[in-house]
């Protein structure tokens, strides 16, 4: 673990005089939270917040107390919405910070912030900045085209493993090797943005990988998932599709992608 060096100094953002006792362990309860979820960098405003950041990430967040619970600020909109939780109103203002929500309480925050370091690692353009650093590293030999795909494949499962929390789109299914990273877009017709684009693609168990694969299954604009014509009853079975089709919680970012996947790779 790096050495943390503190270098801030808190003001009570009601009376502006220095912070209570128990402020002050609640302010250290906070930096635990951040520290063990990998914000290594400590700094701090007044007014009862304390800001980290990462020398892994490119996350910065904001730390604070707000009607009992934990405040969290975020520099990065796109994960603040992948956390799915409810935006509250700027209690501050602050420079650089894109979102602010809450959380339960300190073992919540301890769940929020470790997933939040994580989808901002995961999310467009990191997986990119992480694929172009680690093929630099390569031969000229070595960066053939099969190198390459390979190293930004594992990147892209890496991805959707964080942006799904290891489970399947559509089942559920929480077992690692069971799952696989689909693209939507394939990799041969994508350019190097898109192939490493968590939002071009599914976690998907390895029989609704292979059928989206193959254009067997897509995903309208709903999220329903739509078996190709050319399915047999015996395989809409098991695919579990001869009921009801599933739903898939979609973003407004992978909807050119499954658009590209219905036009150009479903079988209709």
């Known amino acids: 673990m790096p050495e943390v060096k503190v270098t801030w ?16 362990l609640t302010l250290a309860q906070l930096e635990k939270a951040a520290i063990d979820s990998g914000f290594d960098v400590v700094g701090g405003p007044g007014n009862s917040l304390m800001s980290f950041r990462s020398s892994q990430c490119p996350l910065k967040v904001w ?21 799915d939780r409810p935006p509250i109103s ?20 301890d ?7 994580a989808l901002s690692r995961a999310l467009p353009n990191q997986l990119l900045e992480s694929w172009e650093q680690q093929v630099q590293t390569l031969s000229a030999t070595e960066r053939e085209s099969v190198v390459r795909q390979r190293v930004g494949q594992e990147l892209f499962r ?16 929480d077992e690692p090797v069971l799952l696989r990273a689909s693209h939507a877009k394939p990799w041969k017709d994508a350019n190097d943005a898109e192939r490493l684009d968590v939002y071009n693609g ?21 999220g ?14 098991v695919l579990g599709l001869d009921s009801e089709r599933p739903i898939v919680k979609l ?9 590209w996947h219905r036009e150009h790779v479903f079988q209709e």
């Open 9 to 24: 100094h808190v003001f009570d953002s009601v009376g502006g005089g220095m912070l209570s006792e128990l402020r002050l």
């Open 63 to 83: 730390l604070g107390i707000l009607d009992a619970r934990p405040l969290v600020g975020l520099s990065m909109a796109n994960v603040a919405a992948e956390l």
């Open 90 to 109: 700027a209690p501050l203002p602050v420079e650089d910070c894109s979102a602010w929500i809450t959380a339960v309480d300190f073992v919540d925050l």
């Open 111 to 117: 769940r929020l912030l470790s997933r939040a370091f």
């Open 158 to 173: 890496e991805g959707l493993l964080t942006l799904w929390a290891g489970r399947c789109a559509v089942t559920g299914l």
């Open 202 to 222: 599914l976690l998907l168990a390895a029989h609704l990988d292979a059928a989206f694969d193959k254009g067997l299954i897509t995903v309208d604009e709903s």
């Open 224 to 237: 329903a998932v739509v078996p190709s014509p050319s399915l047999s009853p015996m395989s809409l079975q």
């Open 251 to 259: 973003r407004v970012q992978h909807q050119p992608y499954m658009k």
